[in-house]
């Protein structure tokens, strides 16, 4: 990774981590989010997962804010996105339980709600 990729993930991190902690207090069952980036083709690479414990949950959500709220903590950063919604994806603990045995790594390589050939930047909770 080149130093200005390193900078420029730093930045994503600022603003994904705040709009986590936003998200967690905002959005019933909200549990996480990560990312998925390909730096030679940033920002149209960047993919954000966000996490749910339910599919009820999931199914209740207002994804439209959700999306708003990361892309305005992008934008804070400095890092605009013309339409997040074709970069955020989400999916539920419960679905990685039924699916994929709670093994994130392995759903994700798998490419359930993300994209393949990317670098990831993942915390299993």
Request: charged fraction near 35%; glycine fraction near 4%; aromatic fraction near 8%.
């Amino acid at each position: 990774m080149r130093k200005t990729d390193r900078k420029t993930e730093n930045l994503v991190i600022r603003a994904l981590t705040e709009a986590c902690e936003i998200a967690l207090e905002r959005f019933d069952g909200f549990r996480w989010l990560t990312h998925f980036v390909d730096y030679q083709r940033f920002p149209a690479s960047l993919t954000i997962v966000c996490v749910y414990d339910t599919n009820a949950q999931l199914a209740h959500t207002d994804r439209e804010a959700m999306c708003e709220l990361i892309k305005a903590e992008l934008a804070a950063v400095g890092i605009p996105i013309k339409d997040i919604r074709r970069q955020v994806r989400f999916d539920t603990e419960e679905n990685c339980r039924d699916e994929n045995h709670g093994k994130w790594r392995e759903r994700f390589r798998d490419g359930h709600g993300a994209l393949h050939d990317v670098s990831v930047s993942l915390t299993d909770p």
